[in-house]
């Protein structure tokens, strides 16, 4: 019998007995203070600043409206169906992700070492986000907003467009491509050394500490999000702005692309794959309702994505009423949250307050996201003995010292190509290779009827027949497909990025004619290419290792019977 043979429910009072013995025999594991904290860090992991600078782009650009319903289709039958299994796998087991899929499958182990791989690679640079809003954060306070107005008005190019000359050229001070690395900017590492000294604070204790920030990091932002609903869409063209965002084109509903954009935010979004659900599960009592919590958690992230998209387009609808600027004239990512929303800022009264409020929530956003897949970069390790003599604060040091050491390109001119860099390659394609292995390992080598057993005995019902056929069928299916897609569109063309080529002073034209798209060089294709197989190889090189060394034994065995 496995490590992870599921207890038989026909006795029942065999089984509390049972589980009693296993829950004496277990080593001490740390527990969240109550429930809340649990779902508030689970929904600080979920909910970032992808809910607010990526989902509102995408669902404008996909068809506005009707972009909700491939959302939610995905959301049903690939979003929460892996989110509910990643909880349960934790909560069951009470192990971080490493010795659960050894313990599953010896040769299945490498999926938890991918899992920690992935999840270094995030956090090495998606803090370079939460750097960025605290800078903005403190130039909130300026008066007036240095966005707002251009010191030099014989400047033409900044006269033009002085948020986005701003962005470029006085905060990032960006070169003209990745490969002129250029000066250190510092008032970037500033930020960036002060942003992980925060995290290291708030993480040093393990989740004692972060459950407890979480009372903050988690619940404030809806204040602010809230703050800034009331206001958004109480100003003037508001509604011309949300009209954008909702109005249906059902036409697009035609275009694979739609469907694949949707497939991947609710995937990126909800944070699975990182093996941060499953550590967080795992701090759980075993009796726990991890199904209803799935649930929650999910539909409160995809809530707030949608709350988030009101909040920004009735911003864009007042600043295309005010500057002639169209609604969807605006880019994802960074172009949204610090080029396009501080423009529609600084013409609000008292635009300090609603520019501090916002790169405020963006600072906790991004810190609550990175406590998780920190903590799947710490907790795993915590289960084998070396590592446990290690006292926990000089083991999360050492990670953060690391991880921040990573980072510094990023803190250079060329550091926004830097980030791009790593964006496009080290997290997305490794997540999709491990959320088909988990939903593959779970459904056909442990067995799906095993698994709902477990979920039985942690919950008291089995999990209904849907989830079944997707866990089995449907989710593994859907993510292949995006998977595949993925691929062969990164074989057709070649990743780019948008370098800055400037402004010409004779000529200024406006801020989306000073950037142009250009493919990575070839040493940047190959780094990414490292990124993308360094969290994948471990899955086939264990397996193989173990299937190797057993056939190895095997013939010892047999050589001896013979002698």
């Given at each position: ?96 992700f490493?010795?659960i ?96 000294v ?65 497939a ?34 999910a ?41 396009a ?6 013409q ?18 991004a ?31 050492i ?92 074989c ?12 010409d002073p ?34 086939p ?12 034994f ?10």
């Amino acid at each position: 019998m496995s490590a992870y043979e599921p207890i038989p429910l026909e006795n029942k009072a065999k089984l509390e007995r049972q589980d009693t013995h296993k829950e004496e025999e277990r080593e001490p594991r740390e527990r969240w203070g109550n429930h809340i904290e649990f779902i508030l860090a689970s929904v600080g992991l979920a909910v970032g600043t992808g809910n607010v600078w990526r989902f509102p782009y995408l669902a404008q650009k996909n068809g506005g409206g009707a972009f909700l319903l491939p959302y939610a289709i995905m959301l049903l039958v690939e979003g929460l169906p892996l989110f509910y299994l990643e909880l349960a796998l934790g909560q069951r087991l009470q192990k971080g992700f490493l010795k659960i899929w050894s313990n599953i499958r010896p040769y299945m182990s490498g999926i938890g070492v991918g899992q920690i791989i992935v999840s270094f690679q995030m956090t090495a640079y998606f803090p370079m986000v939460m750097t960025w809003c605290m800078y903005y954060f403190y130039l909130s306070f300026s008066n007036p907003l240095p966005w707002s107005k251009c010191e030099d008005e014989t400047n033409m190019c900044c006269e033009n467009d002085s948020a986005a000359y701003m962005w470029y050229e006085t905060n990032l001070r960006a070169t003209s491509s990745i490969d002129d690395t250029g000066e250190i900017v510092p008032a970037i590492i500033g930020c960036w050394l002060v942003g992980w000294v925060l995290t290291y604070v708030c993480l040093f204790k393990g989740i004692q500490s972060s459950g407890k920030a979480a009372y903050f990091t988690a619940t404030f932002p809806y204040v602010v999000l809230i703050a800034l609903f009331i206001r958004g869409v109480t100003l003037e063209g508001a509604g011309d702005g949300i009209a954008v965002l909702f109005t249906p084109k059902f036409d697009r509903l035609l275009d694979p692309i739609v469907w694949m954009d949707a497939a991947g935010q609710i995937f990126y979004s909800l944070s699975v794959g990182f093996g941060a659900l499953i550590l967080f599960g795992s701090y759980n009592p075993v009796k726990n309702n991890c199904s209803r919590d799935a649930a929650v958690i999910a539909f409160i992230n995809c809530g707030t994505s949608v709350f988030a998209g009101i909040v920004v387009y009735s911003v864009l609808g007042f600043r295309q009423k005010m500057l002639d600027i169209d609604v969807e004239d605006v880019q994802g990512g960074p172009g949204l949250a610090f080029i396009a929303y501080p423009t529609a800022v600084s013409q609000m009264p008292l635009p300090q307050l609603w520019a501090a409020a916002f790169f405020f929530m963006m600072v906790l956003l991004a810190i609550d996201s990175e406590f998780g897949t920190i903590e799947a970069c710490i907790g795993p390790l915590q289960d084998y003995p070396f590592f446990q003599k290690i006292r926990r604060e000089i083991l999360c040091l050492i990670v953060c010292v690391i991880l921040c050491l990573l980072g510094l390109p990023m803190c250079t001119q060329s550091g926004i190509y830097v980030f791009v860099l790593w964006d496009t390659f080290s997290v997305a394609l490794p997540l999709l290779f491990i959320g088909i292995a988990e939903c593959v390992v779970v459904a056909w080598f442990y067995d799906l009827e095993k698994f709902c057993e477990d979920i039985e005995y942690m919950t008291g019902s089995q999990p209904h027949f849907y989830w079944k056929i997707c866990w089995k069928f449907v989710s593994p299916a859907l993510i292949t497909i995006i998977l595949v897609a993925s691929l062969v569109k990164q074989c057709l063309n070649p990743a780019e990025y948008s370098a800055y080529k400037g402004c010409d002073p004779l000529n200024p034209t406006g801020a989306k004619n000073w950037t142009h798209d250009v493919p990575f060089p070839w040493w940047a294709q190959i780094i990414g290419a490292i990124m993308v197989m360094l969290p994948v190889l471990p899955m086939p090189i264990i397996a193989i290792w173990h299937f190797a060394k057993k056939r190895i034994f095997y013939r010892a065995d047999n050589c001896a019977s013979i002698a």
